[in-house]
């Protein structure tokens, strides 16, 4: 076992398809995360099925439970605090991963720490650069979520642009879905663009001019269009087109904001992170206005308790534990916390 030197936090992720235990010491160091994905379970119905996902995170939290603080080698004691995600998500999920986190909290007599999944994602950054320091931009982009986050300090946060309708991922999803290309949506699309050597379809750009907001649901119509107009173009520069068009809006919205909050550093996070084509193009344009521009690993922009843990940390300094009467809020906004 490691000598308690450390704040150990044990943290619990279940807001949607990902099962995720990790203990992480000082909000930086992380010592285990382990990530069950249920996409095996969800894939044939074409996307999260909300009663599967939380059965599935009862019956799987415990092994991952288990498994995270013998690969981390702490036992309970030398825990400082149990942390989960109490929102947003959805709700059943939710729920599995807040009551655990209780119950833990109370039969080892420690804190109970509840976490923003949103913030959860911001504080991915600190887990890879500990050194990087706001004000900073992030650019969150997932299945449920598409937002240009104004990182003013930790805790002080400013929602500077969002989607008005389909989140970047749940556009990818969608796409995917109608090509036939199966679920989820990005990581296919993402393969099909790399290894694809043709000229893509050029779509319309959908660039909400001057703001720094989105709009993906026009993009996946104008795939649509396409395709009924010209029933034989190949899936594959299909596939191209629509990601080169959705990397173009969310890389020049995030350098807008970039510009017009005169940051020095900037952030990615969320699962259509994990996108090769935007990771590239992102690194590319900081490094051409001498921003630095952080990409965190693949497994911290996709769900993980890592992110959580650190969050949690931060939050645990900073308010104190959270009361156990606080329970799971699946529509959470960015700066809430119950
Ligand atoms: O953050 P996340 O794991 O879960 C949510 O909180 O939503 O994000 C999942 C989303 C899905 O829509 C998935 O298609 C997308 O992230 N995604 C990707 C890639 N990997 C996952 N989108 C584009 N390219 C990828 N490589
Ligand atoms: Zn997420």
């Given at each position: 076992m490691r000598p308690v030197t450390r704040n150990l936090i044990l943290a619990i992720e279940t807001s949607c398809d990902e099962t995720s235990v990790a203990v992480v010491a000082d909000?930086?160091?992380?010592l285990s995360n382990v990530v069950s994905s249920q996409i095996d379970l969800h894939a044939r119905f074409g996307g999260v099925v909300p009663e599967i996902a939380s059965r599935s995170h009862l019956e799987t939290l415990e092994p991952v439970l288990e498994q995270a603080l013998e690969e981390a080698e702490v036992?309970?004691?030398?825990?400082?605090a149990v942390a989960a995600t109490?929102?947003?998500?959805?709700n059943g999920a939710l729920l599995v991963g807040v009551t655990a986190a209780k119950t833990l909290a109370l039969a080892w007599n420690k804190p109970y720490v509840g976490v923003n999944h949103l913030e959860g994602h911001l504080f991915a950054a600190f887990l890879e650069r500990p050194d990087i320091e706001p004000p900073l931009i992030t650019m969150l982009v997932s299945g449920g979520h598409t937002s240009i986050v104004h990182v003013r300090a930790r805790g002080d946060y400013d929602v500077v642009g969002s989607t008005i309708d389909d989140a970047a991922g749940e556009a990818f999803d969608k796409v995917a879905r109608y090509l036939g290309l199966?679920?989820?949506?990005g990581p296919v699309i993402d393969r099909i663009a790399e290894n694809f050597e043709g000229e893509p379809i050029h779509f319309p750009?959908?660039?909400?001019?001057?703001?720094?907001d989105f709009s993906f649901s026009g993009m996946k119509t104008a795939v649509i269009n396409y395709v009924r107009k010209h029933?034989?173009?190949p899936n594959d520069a299909l596939a191209a087109g629509f990601q080169e068009a959705v990397v173009d809006v969310l890389v020049s919205k995030c350098m807008l904001a970039v510009d017009r909050f005169g940051v020095a550093t900037a952030c990615l996070g969320g699962g259509v992170a994990a996108n090769s084509a935007l990771r590239q193009r992102f690194a590319a344009e900081c490094d051409a206005r001498g921003v630095d521009g952080l990409v965190p690993a693949r497994q911290f922009c996709t769900d993980n308790a890592a992110m959580i843990a650190a969050a949690a940390d931060w939050r645990l300094r900073a308010d104190g534990p959270t009361p156990l009467d606080t329970g799971a809020t699946p529509n959470l906004r960015l700066g809430s916390r119950a």
């Open positions: 909000g930086t160091e992380m036992s309970p004691t030398d825990l400082a109490n929102g947003p998500g959805l199966g679920y989820p949506g750009r959908g660039m909400m001019d001057g703001t720094l029933p034989d173009t």
